[in-house]
C-alpha cells in the first residue's frame, strides 16, 4: 500500500527537489492519515477530494502555519481564529470585529453628547434673565453627561484605532476607559450619601456636591494618579515584558477600586432605595411602588454589572495562566461576554438620565420621586375640608352673585360628572369644577405633570384612592402603540437571523446585529415607558378628590334678614356701637346674625333718632 500511496502522491501531489528519504516520510504520514480518515475519504467523491486536499497542505506545511499565528487552534488542517483575529491562518485583525463594538460605543457617545446639549438649552430656555455663564455653570446632570461621552468616545477610539497603533497605546487606551467611568460612578455614590447624612438638600433644582466633595476628589485623584503612572512608565521603559507588567498591575488596581466602590454603592443604595431611610425622608407621604421598584431594579443592574467588569478584569490579568487552557470557542465568548458587559455599565448612565428636561423627575437624582405625587390624604372627604372663617370685609353675610361654572366644561347643570366642587384656593371663574371634569383633567395631563396641584395657586389636591385593574383608563392609542411594540420586539431577532444567514459579507452581518441590538433597547424604553403611562392613568382613574361643595358657600341673603324692624326708616339708620358686655342698648333695635354660617357673629345695633 505504500508502493501505491507513493506512486499516488508522486503522480497527484508532485514534489520538486529532494530526496527519496523525504518523500518516504511524507508516504508515512499519508499512510496514517489514510488510516485515521479512509472512511470519510472512501465515501463520497468530494469527500476524497478534500481528504487529499489537505494531506497536501500537510505535506508542502500549509495546514496550520505557526499554529495558526498563536491567534487559534487547528482543527483537521484548518485555523480557527479568535474573534479577535482573522485570515486563513489568523494572521490578520478582525476589523469586523472592532469596527462593530467600535460603532456601538461612538453611537452611545453621540447619544450622551446630545443629552448634554438638550440639557444647557433646556436650562438656558429655563431663565428669566440670560445668561451663558450660569448655564455652563457644572452641576450633577451635566457632569454625568460629560463623563458618560469621554468614557465611550475612549473606548470607541480604542476599537476604530486597533489595528493601526501599536499595543502598548492600545492597551492605555483600554485602561484609560475605567477611571473615566468610575469617577460618574463614584461621584453618584457621593450623592447618595449626602442625601442620606444631609437634611437641608433642595433636590428640586439642578445642584452639585457639597461637603462630601472632598472624598470625591480623593478617590478621583487616586485613579487618575495610577493611569498617569501607567501612561509614563508605558512610554518610559522599552522591555515589553515589564510594560506589561505595569499594565496589568494598574488594571488590578482600578479592578480593586470598582469592587470598592461597588460595596459604598450597595450600601448608600439599600439604605436610601431599599429601606427608604435618611435625611432626605421628611415628607409624610407613601411610597410609590412603581418608582420604588424602578429604581431598585436600576441599582441592581448597575451594581451587578460594574461587579461583573471588575471581576472580568481580573481575569483578563490572569489570562495566561487559564486562558490557553479553553477551546477558541470558549474564549470567545468570553472576549464578547467582556465587550458587552462594558456597554452596560456606561450605557446604564444615559437610561437613568434620560430627562434632560426636568433633571428633579430623575430617581438617581432625587430620592424624594420614591414618594407619592398624589398625597392621599389619610382623613375621609368631611374631615379633611373643614369650614373655615371667611372675611366678610364688614358686610353682615357672603353673598355671590349668580351660578358658579366648571372651568373645564363650562356647565354647572350636568349630573352626569358629579357635583361642583372647590379644590384648591382659587377664586373667581376658576374656582369651581365638576369632580368627574378634573379627574380627566388629570389623567389627561399624567404624561406631563408629575404632582397633582393646581396650576394656578399651586395648591395640592386632596386625594384618596386604591388600587385598581392596571388598563384602566387607558386609551386606544396606547393599546396600539404596546401591541406595535411588541410585535417589534419579537420579529426583530427573527428579521436579523434570516438576514445575517442570507449575506456572506461579515460587515452587513455586524451592521445588522447592530440595528437589532439598538432596536431592541429602543423598544423596551418605549415598552417602559409606556408601562409607566398605564400605571399612572390606571390609579389616577380610581382617585376622588375633596373638595368644598359650592352649594355649601354660595347662597343669597335670607329672606328675614331683608326686612328691618318698624322702629327705623331706611333713611334715619345710623350704625352705633355694640354693648360692653354684648347687651342690649335701650331705645334701639337689635338684629343678630348666629345662625348664619361662614360668617362673622356679630350685632348690628340701630339707634332711634
Known sequence: ????????????????????????????????????????????????????????REMNGEGC?????????????????????????????NRGYFVAFGSIFATLSAVAIIQ????????????????????????AQKLLYALTFFATAIKGIYFFTKWSISDIASSNLSSAFYPVMLSGFSFIICFWAEAFHLGDIKFDKPRFLGKSIIGFL??????????????????????????????????????CLMIVAVVFFLVYGVEVYFKVHGAFNSKTGSVDPWQLHASRLGLIAQALLQLFTALFIIAD????????????????????????????????????????????????????????????????ETDAVKDSNQENYGSLYQVHGGKQDCWICYDPDRTDVGSLIQPCQCRGDVSSVHHECLRKWLIECADQQKELKCKVCNEPYKVSGG???????????????????????????????????????????????????????GCLR??????????????????????????????????????????????????????????????????????????LSVKAVIEQS
Open 317 to 380: 490579568v490572569k489570562r495566561d495562566i487559564w486562558k490557553n487552557r479553553l477551546p477558541i470557542i470558549s474564549q470567545n465568548f468570553y472576549d464578547i461576554g467582556f465587550r458587552i458587559v462594558e456597554f452596560g455599565v456606561v450605557l446604564w448612565f444615559p437610561c437613568v438620565l434620560w430627562n434632560c428636561k426636568s433633571p428633579e423627575n430623575l430617581w438617581v437624582l432625587n430620592p424624594t420621586t420614591l414618594f407619592k405625587s398624589l398625597k392621599t390624604s389619610e382623613k375621609n
Open 218 to 255: 480623593v478617590f478621583n485623584f487616586l485613579m487618575y494618579s495610577l493611569l498617569f503612572i501607567q501612561l509614563v512608565a508605558t512610554d518610559v521603559i522599552d522591555d515589553p515584558i515589564t510594560t506589561e507588567l505595569i499594565t496589568k498591575v494598574c488594571n488590578s488596581c482600578f479592578a
Open 65 to 93: 502555519q505557526l499554529n495558526c499565528s498563536g491567534h487559534g487552534s487547528c482543527d483537521n488542517g484548518q485555523c480557527i481564529c479568535m474573534v479577535q483575529y482573522a485570515g486563513d491562518f489568523c494572521q490578520d485583525q
Open 467 to 521: 388600587w385598581s385593574w392596571f388598563p384602566r383608563g387607558l386609551k386606544p392609542r396606547h393599546w396600539l402603540q404596546t401591541f406595535l411594540v411588541l410585535i417589534v420586539i419579537t420579529s426583530v431577532p427573527f428579521i436579523t437571523y434570516a438576514a445575517t444567514h442570507s449575506v456572506t459579507s461579515l460587515y452587513i452581518r455586524i451592521f445588522v446585529i447592530g440595528v437589532c441590538v439598538l432596536l431592541e433597547i
Open 1 to 56: 500500500m505504500a508502493g501505491t500511496l507513493k506512486q499516488l502522491s508522486t503522480s497527484i501531489f508532485p514534489v520538486s527537489g529532494g530526496s527519496d528519504q523525504a518523500l518516504t516520510v511524507g508516504v508515512g504520514d499519508l499512510t496514517q492519515g489514510l488510516t485515521t480518515s479512509v472512511d470519510r475519504a472512501l465515501q463520497t467523491t468530494a469527500g476524497r477530494l478534500e481528504w487529499l486536499t489537505l494531506m497536501f
Open 526 to 599: 418605549v415598552l417602559a415607558s409606556s408601562f409607566g403611562v398605564c400605571y399612572k392613568r390606571g390609579r389616577l382613574s380610581t382617585i376622588t378628590i375633596a373638595g368644598r361643595e359650592v352649594s355649601s358657600v354660595t347662597g343669597t341673603l335670607p329672606n328675614s334678614a331683608l326686612s328691618l324692624p318698624a322702629c327705623a326708616s331706611p333713611p334715619d339708620v345710623n350704625v352705633g356701637s355694640l354693648g360692653d358686655n354684648g347687651s342690649d342698648v335701650s331705645n334701639s333695635c337689635v338684629v343678630t346674625s348666629h345662625d348664619y354660617s361662614n360668617s
Open 116 to 139: 448634554l446639549v438638550l440639557c444647557i438649552h433646556n436650562e438656558y430656555a429655563k431663565q428669566k434673565h440670560k445668561s451663558i455663564r450660569k448655564v455652563l455653570r457644572i452641576n
